[in-house]
């Protein structure tokens, strides 16, 4: 048995037997469709095509009765890696079964030669605009009624209004200066999210659980942090906050480690669900452990790049949280700004606590709003909209007179 047919049966039976594994290789790029004719292939495309007709249930004890002679083989848990050995191991088997039959058949070369290059296939999906009119508007009629469209916060209506909304399929970023609070205000539009009907997938990559889990109950019940650590709260409200957030939406926590990009997005995609739009935060940028020999500055910018397919798969508003400068730009690259729908600088000015969209899609250039911060309490709350001064019809800073005057 060749490394292609190891792999084939080893992906097959992870795609059924692990949940979230097909949708994690369906993001790598796994195409079962793009195998050559093999037991594996035969049976997850049967699996697949039963799944649509007959359901899960069904087509997983077709699956298990056909497919438990399959071998397994070790796969790669990098992302990167995988895609680039599956690739590999892919065209090695292509050329390979092109060499053999062209051994086989010497007098059919230019045709086999011929039928070989037109199997080939762009992984460039093109299509026809006229053909799409009708679907594009449909799924906004769709987003009009579900209220997707434009996802407002509760308590940020002005900030989620001022940047077109909290939608979907869309990574932000969230820019500050160390110790500013941004680790407080992503908590506080967590928080917000999850009550607009947004479960949560917090990735904690700095703080353990007690001081992250701390922070979200003080934010919750408007309580000081030294009260908290003194013990002077009222525990039957934290046992009520305790059974309000059981029947709500679900807010995940990581346990405060540094992850690698590959786990960060594999996480996102095995707690999906088709049926929920979810409030993703990344905390922060430089906490993404590095998988390979580039600069940090190019790690981080892919890594917005693969956060931003990854909302688009799994129906999700990823906000990333960034160092950044005075300006609002990231530390560790400007670069990482082209990619997000919206760039948020949360930053402490002479008259308080603002966000300023420098970089707003879909919403106002410049929008600002200022920010009501109790960072003893891990409290955060929009305030009014900044309107910017209208110069239009100021006359010029300078005046000069005319020579002779």
Same mark, same amino acid.
């Given at each position: 048995?060749?490394?292609?047919?190891?792999?084939? %049966?080893?992906?097959?039976?992870?795609?059924?037997?692990?949940?979230?594994?097909?949708?994690?290789?369906?993001?790598?790029?796994?195409?079962?469709?793009?195998?050559?004719?093999?037991?594996?292939?035969?049976?997850?495309?049967?699996?697949?095509?039963?799944?649509?007709?007959?359901?899960?249930?069904?087509?997983?004890? #077709?699956?298990?009765?056909?497919?438990?002679?399959?071998?397994?083989?070790?796969?790669?848990?990098?992302?990167?890696?995988?895609?680039?050995?599956?690739?590999?191991?892919?065209?090695?088997?292509?050329?390979?079964?092109?060499?053999?039959r062209l051994v086989e058949n010497p007098n059919m070369g230019?045709?086999?030669?011929?039928?070989?290059?037109?199997?080939?296939k762009s992984n460039v999906e093109i299509v026809s605009f006229?053909?799409?009119?009708?679907?594009?508007?449909?799924?906004?009629?769709?987003?009009?009624?579900?209220?997707?469209?434009?996802?407002?916060?509760?308590?940020?209506?002005?900030?989620?209004?001022?940047?077109?909304?909290?939608?979907?399929?869309?990574?932000?970023?969230?820019?500050?200066?160390?110790?500013?609070?941004?680790?407080?205000?992503?908590?506080?539009?967590?928080?917000?999210?999850?009550?607009?009907?947004?479960?949560?997938?917090?990735f904690n990559m700095e703080m353990s659980i007690q001081d992250?889990?701390?922070?979200?109950?003080?934010?919750?019940?408007?309580? #000081?942090?030294?009260?908290?650590?003194?013990?002077?709260?009222?525990?039957?409200?934290?046992?009520?906050?305790?059974?309000?957030?059981?029947?709500?939406?679900?807010?995940?926590?990581?346990?405060?480690?540094?992850?690698?990009?590959?786990?960060?997005? %594999?996480?996102?995609?095995?707690?999906?669900?088709?049926?929920?739009?979810?409030?993703?935060?990344?905390?922060?940028?430089?906490?993404?452990?590095?998988? %390979?020999? #580039?600069?940090?500055?190019?790690?981080?910018?892919?890594?917005?790049?693969?956060?931003?397919?990854?909302?688009?798969?799994?129906?999700?508003?990823?906000?990333?949280?960034?160092?950044?400068?005075? #300006?609002?730009?990231?530390?560790?690259?400007?670069?990482?700004?082209?990619?997000?729908?919206?760039?948020?600088?949360?930053?402490?000015?002479?008259?308080?606590?603002?966000?300023?969209?420098?970089?707003?899609?879909?919403?106002?250039?410049?929008?600002?709003?200022?920010?009501?911060?109790?960072?003893?309490?891990?409290?955060?709350?929009?305030?009014?909209?900044?309107?910017?001064?209208?110069? %239009?019809?100021?006359?010029?800073?300078?005046?000069?007179?005319?020579?002779?005057?």
């Amino acid at each position: 048995m060749n490394n292609l047919e190891f792999w084939c %049966s080893t992906i097959a039976r992870r795609w059924v037997e692990v949940p979230g594994a097909a949708a994690q290789f369906e993001f790598l790029g796994v195409d079962p469709n793009e195998w050559p004719e093999s037991k594996a292939k035969s049976i997850l495309i049967g699996f697949i095509q039963t799944k649509k007709t007959q359901g899960e249930f069904a087509a997983k004890a #077709d699956f298990l009765e056909r497919a438990i002679s399959l071998p397994i083989c070790d796969l790669p848990e990098d992302g990167d890696i995988f895609r680039v050995k599956y690739e590999r191991t892919l065209n090695q088997a292509r050329y390979s079964n092109l060499g053999r039959r062209l051994v086989e058949n010497p007098n059919m070369g230019h045709e086999l030669i011929s039928n070989f290059q037109n199997q080939k296939k762009s992984n460039v999906e093109i299509v026809s605009f006229v053909s799409q009119i009708d679907k594009i508007a449909r799924k906004n009629a769709e987003g009009i009624i579900s209220k997707s469209n434009v996802i407002i916060l509760q308590g940020w209506e002005k900030l989620s209004r001022g940047i077109g909304g909290f939608g979907i399929d869309r990574v932000s970023m969230v820019v500050s200066g160390t110790g500013i609070g941004k680790t407080t205000l992503a908590i506080n539009l967590a928080r917000a999210a999850r009550l607009s009907g947004m479960p949560v997938l917090f990735f904690n990559m700095e703080m353990s659980i007690q001081d992250i889990g701390a922070r979200v109950i003080e934010s919750e019940l408007s309580i #000081d942090h030294n009260d908290w650590l003194d013990g002077a709260i009222d525990y039957q409200k934290l046992l009520q906050m305790e059974g309000e957030w059981r029947e709500g939406q679900e807010f995940l926590l990581t346990t405060g480690k540094a992850l690698t990009l590959t786990q960060i997005c %594999s996480a996102i995609v095995a707690t999906s669900d088709p049926n929920k739009k979810r409030f993703i935060v990344v905390d922060y940028d430089q906490k993404i452990v590095t998988e %390979s020999k #580039d600069d940090e500055w190019k790690t981080l910018h892919r890594a917005i790049e693969e956060l931003e397919q990854i909302a688009k798969h799994t129906s999700s508003r990823i906000m990333v949280l960034a160092q950044g400068n005075d #300006d609002g730009d990231p530390k560790a690259s400007k670069r990482m700004k082209q990619v997000a729908a919206t760039v948020l600088h949360f930053s402490k000015t002479e008259i308080g606590f603002q966000i300023k969209a420098i970089k707003n899609r879909f919403g106002e250039h410049d929008f600002t709003i200022s920010v009501k911060y109790l960072p003893a309490k891990a409290f955060a709350a929009e305030g009014d909209v900044i309107k910017k001064q209208d110069t %239009s019809e100021a006359g010029p800073k300078y005046q000069f007179k005319p020579r002779g005057f």
